[in-house]
């Protein structure tokens, strides 16, 4: 049983501090991470993400501050027995095949071999590799090898995962399996931590998410605490069965802005629900059928450039 | 758990990273050209044409062989792992630094203790005679390991290209070579040259195999035994110390 159970947290950190040179690559990093949940890393290139994850897996040491996984310090062999990892330029061993790949990373963690074949047959079959699986990595597509490289780090059955942008570049149907994986994985119990520039994804899969800046964390909150402190601007989206001039539409009352999206409009307001009604007296007066009609507030995304962006006007 | 299952399980995962290297890393060309051809085709150069007996020119060959294929492959892996952006991998899994490093110095010294066989082979079928094949064999582990971990050396700069690695690694073996008995038995070296011949590893196991082979050698075998314990240690406790600085840049 983990220690993290006493506490729990699964990740603690405080004032991690960790320079390259001169350059101060992240600054007093403090966050707590629930056992159970999924946290989601969010910040721009550059930011420190990938500095902080490597720290939490004990792939580079940080020069001040401390870093615990499941109370045991970062780096330690019992933190790293009970994470798995997925780096973000990680590969799989390109020469050996899929396969040998996994039963590889389970010699690694000490699990006995029957129960390493049995859980690599598994997993291949769930990442949808199995056919493949003697086949050289080398052979394997960019989605393939992504599947395999979260088969790696799941082949251990770890308690804590972190994941450094699992799904970037992947074709659909490969990112959409790794976010059935990913939600699966949570209610199994598993800690996520999870870095993504997919504020869809963070949106869809955490439970807390932090943006990082520059080095600093700028916020830490739930997706929808962030969406909803958000100053920025509300909207309406409307689409019409017929053809509305966005002129007519920029003189009803309350609207700020007014953008084309394809077959819909995008109206920008401060009072979104008063426009509702407007919108809808004025297809009634003019017979114009309103196809959709939706009420928008400022998206995760809205709120991660609002953060990022302050950060960046006050240096 | 105690220190020593703690030492046992890093061990079994350091023969676990031994088994990959092996399996990735010996065919791959700058392991067969360093480690086979290279010494074949320098051993050729320096005999043909001379008339040297069998008995002093198979503990050379022996020797070089060894040196050659026990430096081959530890010098390339942590680069190579490095640029195919597998080390970051391999260093977040449950395994200490010197479990890595051990494990890329086993699968040197297993290719090097291996590939010694042939020139053993020649050398018996051209009628040499080991006194003591228990004591060459010890030799031969003992030497592989040896420059197994001088080639995982070569490999703590933090760079990421194999082929520089493989530049710096040759930049020593050849004057190794050239100072350590190879071509030229010690005692017909001058005393400055057999000076010289001291600082280098390999001399020992050639006065080693020529005092098995050939019936004389230069040195007390003790002598020779406890020289190459001596550099093993070295290279090893400088490796783990270099490694553990230079690894983290190279991610």
């Known amino acids: 049983m983990g220690r993290d159970e006493d506490n729990n947290f699964a990740i603690e950190v405080s004032d991690l501090t960790k320079y390259y040179g001169q350059f101060l690559a992240i600054n007093k990093v403090s966050f707590e991470v629930k056992t159970g949940q999924t946290f989601g890393f969010l910040g721009p290139n550059g930011a420190g993400k990938t500095t902080t994850v490597r720290i939490l897996t004990g792939v580079i040491n940080a020069d001040s501050g401390q870093a615990l996984i499941a109370s045991y310090p970062a780096g330690n062999l019992k933190a790293k027995q009970i994470t798995g990892v997925l780096p973000e330029t990680a590969n799989a061993y ?28 598994d997993l291949l079959k769930e990442l949808g590799l199995y056919e493949r699986r003697n086949d050289q990595v080398k052979s394997y597509s960019k989605g393939m090898k992504q599947r395999l490289v979260l088969g790696m780090a ?8 972190f ?33 993504t520039h997919d504020m869809d994804e963070a949106n869809q899969l955490c439970d807390q998410v932090a943006i990082i800046n520059k080095g600093k964390i700028v916020a830490i909150d739930t997706p929808e605490r962030l969406r909803l402190a958000t100053k920025g601007r509300h909207s309406v989206e409307i689409s019409f069965q017929g053809s509305v001039k966005p002129e007519t539409l920029a003189q009803l009352s309350g609207v700020s802005e007014v953008e084309r999206l394809g077959d ?25 059928k309103i196809v959709a009609l939706n009420i ?18 006050h240096v | 758990m105690s220190e020593l299952v703690r030492f046992q399980q890093q061990f079994r995962r350091s023969l676990t990273i031994a088994r990959k290297d092996i399996q990735i890393y010996y065919a791959k060309g700058p392991v067969i050209i360093y480690g086979v051809l290279m010494p074949i085709f320098l051993f050729l150069a320096f005999t043909i044409g001379r008339s040297l007996p069998a008995d002093l020119m198979i503990p050379g060959l022996l020797g070089m062989i060894l040196f050659f294929t026990a430096t081959a492959v530890s010098p390339i892996i942590v680069p190579w792992e490095a640029q195919a952006r597998t080390l970051e991998r391999l260093m977040s899994t449950p395994v200490k630094l010197e479990t890595i490093i051990l494990g890329d110095i086993l699968a040197s010294f297993i290719f090097g203790a291996g590939i010694s066989i042939v020139p053993i082979i020649i050398g018996l079928t051209l009628g040499i005679t080991i006194a003591s094949p228990g004591i060459l064999a010890l030799a031969i582990i003992l030497s592989s390991f040896c420059f197994a971990a001088l080639g995982n050396v070569f490999s703590t700069p933090p760079t990421n290209t194999p082929a520089t690695v493989n530049m710096i690694a040759a930049g020593v073996r050849f004057p190794i070579v050239f100072m350590s008995g190879v071509f030229i038995p010690l005692d017909e070296l001058p005393i400055w040259g057999q000076n010289i011949a001291f600082i280098s590893p ?30 093993t240690a070295v290279f090893l406790i400088v490796a ?11 991610i």
């Open chain 2, 202 to 231: 390999l001399t020992y196991f050639i006065d080693i195999a020529r005092n098995l082979m050939h019936g004389q050698g230069h040195l007390p075998l003790v002598i020779d035994f406890l020289a190459i314990i001596g550099f």
């Open chain 1, 296 to 313: 928008l507030a400022p998206s995760l995304e809205d709120a991660f450039v609002s953060l990022t962006e302050k950060e960046h006007s």
């Open chain 1, 264 to 288: 819909k409009y995008r109206l920008y307001t401060n009072t979104p629900g008063d426009l509702a009604v407007t919108l809808v007296n004025y297809s009634a007066s003019v017979g114009l």
């Open chain 1, 94 to 121: 390109v020469d050996l095949s899929g396969w040998r790949n996994l039963l590889l990373m389970a010699e690694l963690y000490g699990i006995k071999s029957k129960e390493a074949r049995q859980r690599s047959d």
């Open chain 2, 240 to 250: 783990m110390k270099l490694h553990r600085r230079t690894m983290p840049r190279r």
């Open chain 1, 154 to 161: 799941l082949v251990s059955d770890p308690q804590i995962l």
């Open chain 1, 163 to 195: 994941l450094d942008e699992p799904t970037s570049g992947l074709d659909v149907q490969s990112s959409r399996l790794m976010k059935i994986m990913l939600q699966k994985l949570n209610r199994y119990g598993k800690t996520i931590f999870l870095t």
